[in-house]
């Protein structure tokens, strides 16, 4: 990407459900960590992806080239089912 013509990235999510927080450290059992483990996957992958593409397009003094745009909901924008869609 260095040595290319000026490229620009815009990268839109499908959403992302909501954060559960745990409210104290006591809270963090095995249990805990087990459940919100499909949360932390999905969201891994995404944080990954958009920090690897941000550091590679961001690194020089020309500005912002790469910009991603993600909304929190309850339902992904990915949802195409009947009753997410009515």
């Known amino acids: 990407m260095k040595?290319?013509?000026?490229?620009?990235?815009?990268?839109?999510?499908?959403g992302e459900k909501t954060f559960t927080?745990?409210?104290?450290?006591?809270?963090?059992?095995?249990?805990a960590a087990l459940r919100k483990l499909g949360e932390f996957m999905t969201n891994m992958?995404?944080?990954?992806?958009?920090f690897y593409l941000f550091n590679e397009f961001n690194d020089n003094k020309e500005g912002d080239k790469y910009?991603?745009?993600?909304?929190t909901s309850n339902v992904g924008m990915d949802k195409i089912d009947?009753?997410?869609i009515d």
């Open 45 to 50: 992958d995404t944080y990954s992806a958009d």
């Open 67 to 71: 910009l991603r745009m993600q909304a």
């Open 3 to 14: 040595n290319k013509k000026k490229v620009r990235l815009l990268s839109i999510g499908t």
């Open 21 to 31: 927080p745990i409210e104290k450290g006591t809270d963090l059992t095995k249990l």
């Open 82 to 84: 009947k009753k997410n």
